[in-house]
């Protein structure tokens, strides 16, 4: 639709340039051509642009028929017109070839070669039909320098036009196949992530029943001695909560990728979210050192607090204290996007992993430590929000992630009805 919209602009200015050449003519050379079929000519090229644009800028995709039937229409014009002012004897023939470098441009190699074809019919049948120009019935100086300054000005009208309108179509082009591009890198990377969330049922199902046994185990030993042995019971209470915890995140592998947010998620602020979802991971990393800075230049507005946004945050957390005792935490928000940087104090990150970020499994882990999983899902959840993640070395030694959300994606509307649920609705054991 955007070729089809800058050829109607160049449609547009052919028309007008024509005018302005017909103008010179009548006024200034004061040529006797037939006026009547020229106007006529060209009040037909203007309501078949006017009515092809009214039709056709309803549509979305244009097919490269349409296209090619338009390329035709100005071809048929354009020839028509200089039959009428002296056929292939006039300097402005040179105009033929703007629909043949669009086509080239734009069209694939039969419609470019069809195009050709007819252009080259038409002109060899300009250079015996047309209508002769009345300065080229008084031969001398004066009618070939008229002809000269023409070809000049059909020259630059042509030399303009194309660098102004064909490279826009073929940036247009470009820009189109960096997309297509960019779709299909994103399709491979969620036949990745669909092959793992199947791996992940499998594994969630078949891990269902030893949890079970395990927690059966802890409430019969309990029962049986944990009245007698209070260090034992304290045990026991721990096994049975790290077994909760791991029914609960099971559990979470039973939500589809398909869901909405808020089926999901829990509303509540902002600032409430990132200090509760950073408190509820330090309960599982005690030993790090965490210093958190969260500020907006407006109020935290409310979101959905999405399941896997959390884990996805939890990931790069833990990325960070796997690489150093002391996490860095530093949030800020406006009113449309959100930046956290996670900071580390460790060893930095390869280049190889810097550039592999987000298009394939890796880890930033010594060897056999990671799997990588978790750092290639959070960017895959943070992608799906329309997010951004980048991967720095911080100088002085260390690792920044750095996220950026846009918070239209998470923002509840403002017409919402429903309760806003606090913070601490969200806190699980940990």
């Given at each position: 639709?955007?070729?089809?919209?800058?050829l109607?602009?160049?449609?547009?200015?052919?028309?007008?340039?024509w005018?302005?050449?017909?103008?010179?003519?009548?006024?200034?050379?004061?040529?006797?051509?037939?006026?009547?079929?020229?106007?006529?000519?060209i009040?037909?090229?203007?309501?078949?642009?006017?009515?092809?644009?009214v039709?056709?800028?309803?549509?979305?995709?244009i097919?490269?028929?349409?296209?090619?039937?338009?390329?035709?229409?100005d071809?048929?014009?354009i020839?028509?017109?200089?039959?009428?002012?002296?056929?292939?004897?006039?300097?402005?023939?040179?105009l033929?070839?703007?629909?043949?470098v669009?086509s080239?441009?734009?069209?694939?190699?039969?419609?470019?070669?069809?195009?050709?074809?007819?252009?080259?019919?038409?002109?060899?049948?300009?250079?015996?039909?047309y209508?002769?120009?009345?300065?080229y019935g008084?031969?001398?100086?004066?009618?070939?320098?008229?002809?000269v300054v023409?070809m000049w000005?059909?020259?630059?009208a042509?030399?303009?036009?194309?660098?102004t309108?064909?490279?826009?179509?073929?940036?247009?082009?470009?820009?189109?196949?960096?997309?297509?591009?960019?779709?299909?890198?994103?399709a491979?990377?969620?036949?990745?992530i669909?092959?793992?969330?199947?791996?992940?049922?499998g594994?969630?199902?078949?891990?269902g029943?030893?949890?079970g046994?395990i927690?059966l185990?802890?409430e019969a030993?309990?029962?049986e001695?944990g009245?007698a042995?209070?260090?034992?019971?304290?045990?026991?209470?721990?096994?049975?909560?790290?077994v909760?915890?791991?029914?609960?995140?099971?559990?979470t592998?039973?939500?589809?990728?398909?869901?909405?947010?808020?089926?999901?998620?829990?509303?509540?602020?902002?600032?409430?979210?990132?200090?509760q979802?950073?408190?509820?991971?330090?309960?599982?990393r005690?030993g790090?050192d965490?210093t958190?800075?969260?500020?907006?230049?407006?109020?935290?507005?409310?979101?959905?607090?999405?399941?896997?946004?959390t884990?996805?945050?939890f990931s790069?957390?833990?990325?960070?204290?796997?690489?150093s005792?002391?996490?860095?935490i530093?949030a800020r928000?406006?009113a449309?996007?959100?930046?956290?940087?996670?900071?580390?104090?460790?060893?930095?990150i390869?280049?190889?992993a810097i550039s592999?970020?987000?298009?394939?499994?890796?880890?930033?882990?010594?060897?056999?430590?990671?799997?990588g999983?978790?750092?290639?899902?959070?960017?895959?959840v943070i992608?799906?929000?329309?997010?951004?993640?980048?991967?720095?070395n911080r100088?002085?030694?260390?690792a920044?992630?750095?996220?950026?959300?846009?918070?239209?994606?998470l923002e509840?509307?403002?017409?919402?009805?429903?309760?806003?649920?606090?913070?601490?609705?969200?806190v699980?054991?940990?």
């Amino acid at each position: 639709m955007l070729n089809l919209r800058r050829l109607f602009l160049l449609r547009s200015a052919a028309i007008v340039g024509w005018l302005l050449a017909l103008g010179f003519v009548f006024q200034q050379l004061r040529l006797a051509l037939p006026f009547v079929p020229i106007a006529a000519v060209i009040v037909a090229w203007v309501t078949v642009t006017v009515v092809s644009w009214v039709r056709l800028s309803r549509r979305g995709e244009i097919p490269d028929r349409l296209f090619f039937a338009q390329l035709l229409i100005d071809v048929g014009a354009i020839s028509a017109l200089l039959y009428m002012m002296g056929g292939a004897t006039n300097p402005l023939t040179l105009l033929l070839l703007l629909p043949l470098v669009i086509s080239a441009a734009v069209l694939p190699r039969r419609y470019s070669w069809a195009v050709a074809f007819i252009l080259m019919i038409f002109y060899t049948g300009l250079l015996y039909f047309y209508i002769p120009l009345p300065l080229y019935g008084h031969a001398g100086q004066q009618g070939f320098s008229v002809h000269v300054v023409g070809m000049w000005l059909g020259f630059v009208a042509s030399a303009g036009l194309i660098a102004t309108f064909v490279s826009r179509m073929g940036s247009t082009l470009r820009e189109r196949d960096r997309v297509l591009a960019e779709a299909k890198q994103r399709a491979l990377r969620d036949e990745r992530i669909v092959a793992l969330g199947t791996l992940a049922a499998g594994a969630a199902h078949e891990l269902g029943t030893p949890l079970g046994t395990i927690a059966l185990l802890a409430e019969a030993l309990e029962q049986e001695h944990g009245s007698a042995d209070p260090e034992f019971a304290a045990k026991i209470r721990m096994i049975k909560a790290q077994v909760s915890r791991c029914k609960q995140s099971l559990a979470t592998l039973t939500v589809s990728a398909g869901h909405l947010q808020a089926a999901s998620g829990h509303r509540l602020a902002l600032d409430r979210y990132l200090e509760q979802t950073i408190r509820q991971w330090h309960a599982t990393r005690p030993g790090v050192d965490v210093t958190t800075d969260a500020r907006g230049e407006v109020a935290a507005p409310i979101i959905v607090a999405e399941q896997t946004l959390t884990q996805a945050l939890f990931s790069i957390l833990n990325n960070a204290a796997d690489a150093s005792s002391v996490v860095e935490i530093a949030a800020r928000w406006n009113a449309s996007h959100l930046v956290v940087e996670v900071r580390d104090r460790g060893h930095g990150i390869a280049p190889e992993a810097i550039s592999a970020a987000g298009r394939s499994v890796f880890s930033t882990k010594a060897p056999h430590h990671g799997l990588g999983l978790g750092l290639y899902l959070a960017y895959s959840v943070i992608d799906r929000l329309n997010g951004d993640v980048r991967l720095f070395n911080r100088e002085g030694g260390g690792a920044c992630t750095q996220i950026t959300l846009p918070l239209d994606g998470l923002e509840v509307p403002s017409e919402s009805s429903q309760p806003i649920a606090y913070a601490d609705r969200i806190v699980t054991a940990g």
